[in-house]
């Protein structure tokens, strides 16, 4: 565990916001494997500060299972039922695990990805907790700022609040159409 100095708490500041724009252009409702691997590492980082453990804790970790995945996998065990089928049931018994299977393909295809893995969005809500520990501790004078070196912490943070909000916003609105 780290202390977290002023420097490292502008240059945390600094990769939120940089965090934030990036993430905007992602597809929200989408499940990216590469935004998950970068959210948990992210997440590690600000766990090694003692102040921001129990935040970094909370948040748990990014799932990243996309669709591709679970379709593959669910096509690997159909394909398993098929060579069962053919080689050890009955004509009837073979008939209805082949039929179920092809149900368990279709059910899979309509469930969203966000059910079984962390989408963009909530990945952004994860940062935007942390984007707000943050604003508290700048709010709170923990760390002793210069007037110069708070005003652009806070306006970092500022920003990178906005930007969060504004995507979380906008796909709850798009979810409502």
């Known amino acids: 565990m780290a202390d977290l100095t002023r420097k490292e708490f502008y240059q945390l500041a600094h990769d939120c916001r940089e965090y934030a724009m990036r993430l905007a252009t992602h597809d929200q409702d989408s499940v990216d494997r590469l935004v998950c691997h970068e959210f948990n590492r992210f997440r590690e980082r600000v766990a090694s500060y003692d102040p921001l453990q129990a935040t970094a804790a909370s948040l748990g970790k990014a799932r990243p299972v996309t669709r591709w995945l679970v379709i593959i996998i669910t096509l ?11 080689q050890f049931l009955t004509f ?4 209805l ?7 368990l393909i279709f059910t899979v295809l309509m469930i969203p990805p966000r059910v079984y893995g962390t989408s963009v969005e909530a990945v952004e809500g994860r940062v935007l907790v942390v984007v707000e520990k943050l604003q508290a501790m700048l709010q709170t004078d923990e760390l002793g700022f210069s ?26 609105v798009d979810g409502r159409r």
């Open 97 to 103: 695990l082949l039929g179920l299977t092809t149900i």
């Open 92 to 95: 009837l018994s073979a008939g």
């Open 76 to 86: 690997a065990i159909w394909l398993v039922c098929v060579l069962i089928a053919t």
């Open 147 to 172: 007037e110069a070196a708070f005003f652009q912490a806070r306006d970092l943070l500022r920003e990178a609040n906005a930007e969060l909000r504004q995507q979380v916003y906008l796909n709850r």
